[in-house]
């Protein structure tokens, strides 16, 4: 009966071990999942502001004066 006592400890032991880094991978994941949200918004955010640089600096060549050479 031993035996069956000390691997019933040893599985006990194993599952807190397990139980444990579940517990931590689930962090992890939440942490991470955070973190994504986050660049996500700050990408979407470089992008207008890429987009409104792009729209300022876009005018009609035609419009503009003739370089000095001219």
Same mark, same amino acid.
């Given at each position: 009966?031993?035996?069956?006592?000390?691997?019933?400890?040893?599985?006990?032991?194993?599952?807190?071990?397990?139980?444990?880094?579940?517990? *931590?991978?689930? *962090?992890?994941? *939440?942490?991470?999942?955070?973190?994504? %949200?986050?660049?996500?918004?700050?990408?979407?955010?470089?992008?207008?502001?890429?987009?409104? %640089?792009?729209?300022?600096?876009?005018?009609?060549?035609?419009?503009?004066?003739?370089?000095?050479?001219?």
């Amino acid at each position: 009966m031993d035996a069956i006592e000390q691997r019933l400890a040893d599985l006990e032991v194993r599952l807190t071990f397990i139980d444990d880094t579940v517990q *931590a991978l689930a *962090a992890a994941d *939440a942490e991470q999942a955070m973190r994504i %949200v986050e660049l996500e918004r700050l990408l979407h955010l470089l992008r207008q502001e890429l987009q409104s %640089v792009r729209l300022g600096s876009a005018s009609d060549p035609h419009n503009e004066p003739p370089p000095p050479h001219y």
